[in-house]
């Protein structure tokens, strides 16, 4: 059974609607209805992923459902913004299964009660090129209270959630199983299953820091997330704030599975620091706030790591590897 | 120049940035901000067009633009909401020109100032498909004044704004261009050229009727836009609202071009009112109240049309030419 053969409401009141929450209406109507938020103001974000960019086109349905949402989610962490739900658009090829999309929709509805982000609508179309899905989540925050990209100021901590590098490593692993890769995997058959498991999971799943979106709210000066590279982030972070920077690459936090890759291959740590999809929060924090945030996200069971510092001037951030500059041309992840 | 040869940063900030709004950050951030407004509840929507699908690859890229925006102007209008602003996802296979893009973001730009809806974020990704662009619009209603599918009743007269099945004929038209029509196109010779122009350009670009939006909250009973044909967009407006009714095909207004496609080609009326793209407003409307919404569409210039009733029931609605039931077995456009 493909999607060809039900109709869109059909799609709509058998798939999508058992998963909705309250201000979809039911999926019955062409809108979603959300109460405006009082003494709030509105965040909103939108990103797509597009099948044999994004993902691979054998992922899990489910796993693709909620990487589409967790990117959104990040983007809201990051800003100190709290969800209130999103609206989904799916274009999808005729010849697309039934049980992909119930796996989808399954997988949808698991990380919209988790994450506490009701489905409030969306739309279903046909194409003739790949499944893309397209998310846009709607947050709140206490008015005058985003977190922005423009905050960094001169003296601040740079510090980053969780670790660096894993999902860029799994990438690769995930590209060579594919046959796509072109690089020298020596590294890729010494790791354990668990090192290899962990790292090609982490870049099929984000985890979004929405716990400690609060936390960053209240004690950092700036945030993005970092979701096309660390390097190439940091540096757009700083120039957006009209600053300038460093990093010390070995305090960027690193999980075990990343320091044996990059242990049996030293080069990998370009890859990790410059690849995408980490979607950690990047915050400069000053410093007397920076041990506060760092217990508030530790209560949160969120690693909070201090790895380089705001400076004056408006160079592009440098980034150091003990003590030597590490040079980079090209620090993050090109869309086109 | 295409737009691979542009960083995503580059594309964003020479081409969308001077198209932005206030809260959209200078497209800068990873979000959008929007006061919260006030005594307001916030009506979402999302609506997608993809190449060769919603739109044929060579037409003219500020128009595809327009299009997309509309579509969801539609639904606010509907709604009987205003406009707050929108997010768009763009996908774009590598080879796209930077002059469609420009083309097109001057479209988007036009139209955001036209109808007082601007740009507020948005993500642009590379797709191996058509382009794709999605757009989800955030408007307003007064608390608790949201216009519902589910709100016909009966003894309400069902009406219709502007003039119905001009676009699905002027997809006709434009398919028979393609070489991609299979069917009697003996009426196409017999337009006129404006006839043929008229049909032609309310297929490319709709008009919503966002100018009635709360003329539509203060007298109708329930709406819905038109966008995959009359008849069945009715059936589910009826259906939704738990009751029947009926639709008199001779009342249905058309455009005069419409009328002599008709004229030349009676089976053409099935075309006229089971296609989709019309993008005009269905809604129900308690007879006391008719003359005055009615009069206070005219005051926009906009025309409002009794086409039918409300009825007791549960059967499906059903149309009738000249007293004569028209039987239609499929009212309205798959969408796969």
Redesign the interface.
Known sequence: MT??S????E?ISQIFAPIAGD?A?GL???????????????????????G???YFPGDPPGAVARKALRVNLS??A??G?EPLGF???L??P?QTSLSWIAAFAEGLGADARAYDCPL???????????V?I?I?A???VP?GY?V???GARVGDILAVTGTIGDSALGLALRLAEEGQSNGNLGWRDELTPLEYAHLTQRYLLPEPRNAIASAIRDYASGA??VSDGLIGDAR?FLR?SGVSGRIDLESVPLSQAARAAIDLSPELLKTAVTGGDDYEVLCSVPPARFEALRAQCAQENVGLTAIGKVEEGNAPLSAFLEGTEYLIDRGSY???
């Open positions: 999607v060809s039900l109709s869109e409401d799609l201000g209406l019955h109507d062409d809108v979603a209805l959300l109460p405006s938020p009082q003494g709030s103001e509105l965040v909103l974000t939108v990103d797509t992923i597009v044999g960019v994004h983007d809201l990051s800003k913004a609206l989904l658009s274009s999808m005729p409030l609508g969306g739309d279903t179309v046909r194409t003739q090129g790949p893309t397209s846009t709607v947050g709140r008015s985003l922005r990209r423009t993005m997330d757009k957006t090109s869309h086109f």
